[in-house]
Nanobody, 124 residues
Framework: QLQLVESGGGLVQPGRSLRLSCAAS????????IGWFRQAPGKERDGVSC????????DYADSVKGRFTISRDNAKNTVYLQMNSLKPEDTAVYYC?????????????????WGQGTQVTVSS
């Protein structure tokens, strides 16, 4: 069964950190660009960050630049999203998705595999 599984979400206070993981099973992530998306209640699912298949290229939404870092360990078949200096507006369900290309894309439809999502809540 081909799937992505996110983990690492939770409830944290503003200013704290979380690291999300996206693990693949049933296929190798080496040939896929991986994107992290998030969706807050009543809002669209927006792109947060993306990493190319070889990790040579990364991209971030303006709202998270300087605070979030995406990385991947192809040997472990896992992609990470380190989130620092979290803000209440970062509260959302976070999804990872795989695109069968080297480069990232901002179009959700170009990602063929999606995880089930992990909730991140930033609140005091």
């Amino acid at each position: 069964q081909l799937q992505l599984v996110e983990s690492g979400g939770g409830l944290v206070q503003p200013g704290r950190s979380l690291r999300l993981s996206c693990a693949a099973s049933g296929f190798r992530l080496d040939s896929y660009a991986i994107g992290w998306f998030r969706q807050a209640p009543g809002k669209e699912r927006d792109g947060v960050s993306c990493i190319s298949s070889s990790a040579g290229y990364t991209d971030y939404a303006d709202s998270v630049k300087g605070r979030f870092t995406i990385s991947r360990d192809n040997a472990k078949n896992t992609v990470y999203l380190q989130m620092n200096s979290l803000k209440p507006e970062d509260t959302a369900v976070y999804y990872c998705a795989a695109r069968p290309r080297y480069y990232c894309s901002g179009y959700r439809d170009e990602y063929v595999y999606w995880g089930q999502g992990t909730q991140v809540t930033v609140s005091s």
